[in-house]
């Protein structure tokens, strides 16, 4: 364990959550848990492949997550075809960094193997409700945030994209995604040139919760977490100004206020009814 580790895993939760935790001084596995904690999203990538083998072992990493009763109900798609990257560039105008990215690909929630042995052996299916497509959409971030984790510790930089769902149909098309087969999302993959800043999160005691669900603390923290975000990282320019105006103090829950006062991928759900999921 390199000597460090726990002291840069004390240093970013403290940045990160704005809390202290202890760290044991014997912990194991400290170096990884201390590249975790310093996470960061990466939109800027060498001009550099990101070898095959490794691609494979990460994807193989990924896949070996927790997945709901041995189902394993996802899939990672690598776009490849340099007609599909452009289309996808084209299609997110504000994610521009596609377009330099080494690798993109596309992690999915998938029901139709499940489907395939039902089909094989000549037997209806009988569980056509809305947990199958829930089943489904776990094991897909399960593994997506899997992959982001190991790319990390690979020295690999990610940038998870749930954008694409606002062009779920085209991205089904281009992918020759079949029946009970949806995109979770997008992450763009490579060498990092740079890395965003560290995001702060909200802190513990907003999210962790002990024995019951405390919706005071939630309330508590709202206001400190936009303090911090405020102090310790602004946001460049405010959400819709020509709607709401300038404010004075814009934090996180103006932002995601902003942000959800509009809807957003409403036509989702009949997407994934298209793709024969039934969600009741």
């Not at 014997?26 to 904690?37: S, T």
């Not at 993109?104 to 499940?114: A, P, S, W």
């Not at 149909?169 to 079949?178: D, G, K, R, V, W």
Request: include cysteine; aromatic fraction near 10%; charge should be positive.
């Amino acid at each position: 364990m390199n000597p460090s580790a726990p002291a840069r895993i004390a240093a970013a939760v403290q940045r990160r959550y704005g809390e202290a935790v202890d760290i044991p001084g014997d912990l194991a596995g400290a170096d990884a848990l201390a590249a975790m904690n310093e996470r960061a999203v990466c939109r800027r990538y060498r001009a550099e492949p990101v070898p095959a083998p490794l691609l494979r072992l990460l994807c193989a990493t990924a896949l070996a997550s927790p997945t709901k009763s041995d189902l394993q109900q996802a899939s990672i798609v690598r776009v490849t075809a340099p007609a599909d990257r452009a289309a996808i560039h084209a299609w997110l105008p504000g994610s521009p960094w596609i377009a330099g990215a080494p690798e993109i690909l596309v992690f999915c929630g998938d029901g139709f193997r499940l489907r395939r042995i039902f089909e094989r052996r000549g037997r209806a299916f009988p569980n056509e409700h809305l947990d199958q497509f829930f089943n489904a959409a776990v094991d897909g971030a399960i593994v997506l945030s899997a992959f982001v984790q190991a790319a990390g510790l690979a020295g690999l930089g990610s940038c998870p994209i749930s954008e694409i769902r606002n062009h779920a149909q085209a991205i089904a098309e281009m992918l020759a995604l079949p029946d009970w087969v949806f995109p979770i999302a997008g992450l763009t993959l490579g060498w990092p040139e740079s890395f965003e800043p560290f995001s702060p999160r909200l802190a513990l005691t907003a999210t962790v919760h002990e024995g019951r669900y405390d919706a005071g603390r939630v309330d508590r923290e709202l206001d400190e977490y936009d303090a911090r975000r405020v102090r310790d990282r602004p946001y460049r320019r405010q959400r819709l100004p020509e709607r709401f105006g300038a404010a004075e103090r814009y934090g996180w829950t103006e932002d995601k206020a902003r942000q959800y006062s509009e809807p957003q991928r409403a036509d989702f759900g009949a997407f994934v009814r298209g793709r024969r999921f039934r969600l009741d």
